[in-house]
């Protein structure tokens, strides 16, 4: 069968107009089907409920419970920075986005110890939380709210508006204007101190050590990376600042790591609580002399923070978009801060 198949393809490649026109209707059709399948719940009716709100409306079927929701989170405190706000959550009953790669529980712990966790890093955190699965009560929040987020949300749309380059030039103004962009609760700030004082840490660093078991696998901490820390660490006299390990996801530090850093003489702890708490991770970053990390994932926090950062950078499809977004911030809002940028791809 699969010869066939293959048979078939190479023969349609030689009538060149014949395959043009089966891949463009190849890819129209899938769009189509995309389209029915994410829209289906249209035709089921439910009960409604009004509203009257300021609302930012994470639609799961567009947005990745990840840390690209992250984003659009600090996006949207910002935009409603001097006003209350609420959180609708619409968690379709058929359609969940990347839901073949993010199963049922990998997405539930996102929700949880991802998203709802970096509510407590926002400066002006929603006033209440609501999880619907019903789009018509969605349509009347929308008809009926007084300011919504993102502005160009439509429910038959697909404008996921959580990437680097979907921020725009009112999001870079409302940044300038309101700071601080990120924090957290003096409850966390002590325990953290507390941390700090019972093991004697003064000066130090952050590594996030990436560990992933699905997607993006390649994206994970090996030892070319800890070759380019290692250098960046000599290069900048941080040898006498001990390093605090944050495990990034479920896996715990590669022994392989752990080895390259005993080897290398230099003193670390490994700061479980930052795996597990946003708060405590991004209080981690804020206090360090240099945060040491790769693409994506956790780092979105160091993009709103004025701490210095060294960067290393596996994602060709973000990169020139990131450079730019961090130029932009080192620019016009944290005009200090150092922020070393490394291409590795």
């Known amino acids: 069968m699969k010869n066939l198949q293959k048979n078939l393809i190479i023969h349609l490649k030689k009538i060149k107009i014949l395959y043009i026109t089966l891949t463009f209707l190849k890819k129209k059709i899938y769009q189509s089907y995309n389209f029915i399948i994410r829209n289906r719940s249209l035709i089921i009716k439910n009960k409604s409920t009004k509203y009257n709100d300021n609302v930012f409306v994470l639609d799961t079927r567009i947005v990745s419970l ?12 910002n935009f ?10 619409y968690e379709d009953k058929f359609f969940r986005y990347n839901e073949k790669h993010v199963n049922k529980e990998i997405y539930k712990n996102n929700l949880i110890n991802i998203f709802l966790q970096s509510i407590l890093i926002l400066p002006n955190p929603p006033r209440s939380i609501k999880f619907i699965d019903n789009r018509e009560e969605l349509f009347q929040i929308i008809k009926n709210s007084n300011k919504i987020f993102p502005e160009n949300y439509n429910f038959l749309g697909n404008n996921k508006s959580y990437l680097i380059d979907d921020f725009n030039e009112k999001d870079f103004k409302n940044f300038e204007t309101n700071q601080p962009i990120i924090k957290t609760a003096e409850f ?14 003064k000066n130090y660093i952050t590594l996030t050590i990436r560990n992933k078991s699905w997607a993006r696998t390649e994206w994970n901490t090996d030892l ?6 290692l250098n960046f660490i000599k290069k900048n006299k ?13 896996q715990d530090v590669p022994v392989e790591i ?21 708060p405590m991770r991004f209080l981690a970053y804020s206090k360090a002399s240099y945060n040491l990390m790769s693409s994506n994932g956790p780092c979105t926090l160091l993009l709103f923070m004025k701490n210095n950062s060294f960067l290393i950078c596996k994602d060709p499809a973000q990169g020139s978009n990131l450079q730019e977004f961090i130029n932009k911030f080192n620019k016009d809002i944290f005009k200090n801060r150092k922020f070393v940028f490394h291409k590795k791809y």
């Open 80 to 89: 409603f920075y001097n006003d209350e706000w609420i959180i609708i959550i």
């Open 258 to 278: 752990i080895n390259f850093i005993k080897d290398n003489n230099l003193k670390y702890n490994i700061f479980y609580s930052g795996s597990f708490s946003i």
């Open 66 to 77: 990840l840390f690209d929701s992250v984003l659009l989170l600090i996006r949207s405190c």
């Open 188 to 201: 966390y700030s002590k325990i953290f101190e507390n941390y700090l004082k019972f093991r004697n840490i």
């Open 224 to 229: 070319n990376d800890m070759d380019l820390y």
């Open 238 to 250: 941080l040898n006498n600042h001990q390093i605090l390990i944050l495990p990034d996801t479920e």
